[in-house]
């Protein structure tokens, strides 16, 4: 096996169903889901009846919006109606997962079978 040390977590072009275009998609590392966790998450504790009861208080909003952010590389061929290209930022990927079903869709979709690609390999692997 080859590996790309200096991008070991590469994206996966998938095809607009319209031909159109196309999106770069990838799954999170560990790191990625841990930075993630990590920038959402703060320890909390309550106390009842002298009992420390300590959990997490995760901001699942902003947790959601950065897995958007890192999961979603690039696009092409992506455009509004007046035939302007829709440039791939931070804030476009996330108005376009929020009010964009059909979008969303697409993308979790994607995401999806990429995920059921590297599980697959994943199991091939494990078997040599």
Known sequence: M????????????FD???GE?????????????????????KKKAEYKNNQRFAFDEIDEERQT?????KTILSWEGLYSKDKKEIP?????KINLMRKSPEFARMVRGFLETL?????A???IEEKN
Do not use: H, V, Y
């Not at 080859?2 to 072009?13: A, H, V, Y």
């Not at 275009?21 to 998450?41: H, N, P, Q, V, Y």
């Not at 995920?115 to 599980?119: F, H, K, P, S």
């Open 2 to 13: 080859k590996l790309d040390l200096d991008n070991l977590n590469p994206g996966t072009w």
């Open 16 to 18: 607009f169903p319209d």
């Open 21 to 41: 275009g196309r999106i770069c998609l990838k799954t999170l590392s560990f790191d990625e889901a841990m930075e993630i966790s990590k920038a959402t998450s």
């Open 65 to 69: 919006e950065m897995t958007w952010d």
């Open 88 to 92: 791939c930022t931070k804030e476009m």
């Open 115 to 119: 995920t059921a690609a590297e599980t």
């Open 121 to 123: 390999q994943a199991e």
